[in-house]
């Protein structure tokens, strides 16, 4: 008789009575302390990207790029700014900080993550 129950209540779905809140409550806080490990993560590449740009060979760029946001900046709070035929942008100085602070990066990032 016992394997016929069995095989009924392995087919047969069965409704189970709702777990107490405790365990919810302990559930948020395995969720919180979760989140908190992974606020402490820091991704590699950013502070890599730091670094090289306050390297020798990026500070040029940097100043340049740094030098060229704040002229902009200072042009577009003229009130006469949205009638200049020609709006000077930071794009030419943002690529080459780029490509300078990907040079020295490349070659280190991977070593950090192995």
Avoid: G, W
């Avoid at 992974?38 to 670094?51: A, G, K």
């Avoid at 700014?81 to 020609?86: E, P, S």
């Amino acid at each position: 008789m016992s394997f016929l129950r069995d095989l009924i209540e392995a087919v047969v779905p069965s409704a189970h009575a709702e777990e107490p809140e405790e365990e919810v409550e302990e559930s948020v806080e395995a969720e919180e302390e979760e989140e908190e490990d992974e606020e402490e993560l820091v991704d590699p590449l950013d502070t890599l990207r730091e670094e090289c740009e306050k390297t020798e060979v990026c500070k040029p760029f940097a100043h340049h790029f740094h030098e060229c946001v704040e002229r902009v900046t200072k042009e577009q709070e003229d009130e006469d700014y949205h009638k200049k035929d020609y709006k000077e942008d930071c794009v030419e100085e943002f690529f080459h900080l780029q490509h300078c602070v990907n040079d020295c990066v490349a070659p280190r990032l991977f070593h950090k993550l192995k």
